[in-house]
């Protein structure tokens, strides 16, 4: 058989989508265990999902991540959903088995792995999750199915609040409670692990969440989802009253390892893939 110039097609769908980092550390996994795989940053507008997904099928790629605004509306265009995907009622990853696809939720399972590669015990513990978006949806239902005995979830918005401790009280073993954020809202003094699940910080953006610093300690760890910069202003806080801290470009790496993973078949040269995500950021 002669030489395939085909190569085996991944990428991201979203919008906006342009400062997606994702690219590096997937591509630099494809180059390091020598895979004929592209990862393809794809503008997809809001309303031309449906075509897109079924591009997927057309263009016989191996499968898609999906970020903003896509990973809730995705759902109707799979066969399949993994456990998980389907209590968390998102998915930001699809496997395209043979015209078939099936969707799974990495962002939750990234950063439980990155907690694991801090040595942050998860078992037992009480998780505080600032937000109640998609990031807070996975990473809430992650930590309850990973063995956190008890989630809070503080909220602006208290439908989502509300809904998403409900659903960890119902479909996970954890308990879990919503507290609403007013103003500058109070960390639980019982929290062992604080996850700040907002977009707060994210450049251009370099404010930190309106939370009452004060009442963070020593016994806490502080974890932030933002992964540029990665020592967000929270985290700055956080690490200057005492705390442990964990920054995003783990979570990232972790996802984008298990994507990795699902799409070739093969175990992702994790260490490559986050010093290529490391040095894209100067960190």
């Not at 910080?201 to 370099?206: A, H, M, N, S």
Request: glycine residues 10%.
């Amino acid at each position: 058989m002669g030489k395939c110039y085909r190569a085996e097609l991944t990428g991201v769908f979203g919008c906006p989508v342009d400062d997606n980092p994702t690219v590096v550390l997937e591509e630099a996994g494809f180059k390091a265990l020598g895979l004929n795989y592209r990862y393809l940053t794809i503008k997809v507008e809001d309303g031309d999902l449906e075509v897109a997904m079924q591009a997927v099928r057309t263009f016989n790629m191996r499968g898609i991540n999906l970020t903003m605004p896509h990973k809730v509306k995705v759902l109707q265009y799979l066969d399949e959903l993994s456990p998980a995907a389907q209590i968390i009622g998102a998915v930001n990853t699809v496997v395209n088995n043979n015209g078939r696809l099936w969707g799974e939720n990495t962002d939750g399972k990234g950063f439980v792995a990155s907690l694991h590669d801090a040595e942050v015990a998860l078992s037992g513990k009480r998780v505080t999750i600032l937000g109640a978006g998609g990031a807070a949806r996975a990473i809430a239902v992650e930590c309850a199915l990973g063995g956190a005995a008890d989630v809070i979830i503080i909220n602006r918005n208290v439908e989502r609040g509300e809904e998403l401790a409900r659903l960890i009280a119902t479909k996970t073993p954890a308990s879990a409670r919503y507290i609403p954020w007013r103003g500058a809202a109070t960390i639980p003094r019982e929290t062992d692990i604080l996850v700040q699940a907002t977009n707060v910080g994210l450049i251009p953006d370099t404010g930190k969440p309106d939370i009452d610093y004060g009442s963070l300690h020593d016994g806490m760890v502080a974890c932030d989802v933002v992964f540029n910069p990665p020592l967000t202003g929270f985290l700055v806080e956080a690490a200057h009253r005492g705390l442990r801290t964990v920054n995003g470009l783990g979570m990232l790496v972790n996802q984008g390892a298990l994507n990795f993973t699902l799409w070739t078949g093969e175990p992702a040269p994790y260490k490559i893939m986050y010093d290529a995500l490391q040095a894209e950021f100067g960190a």
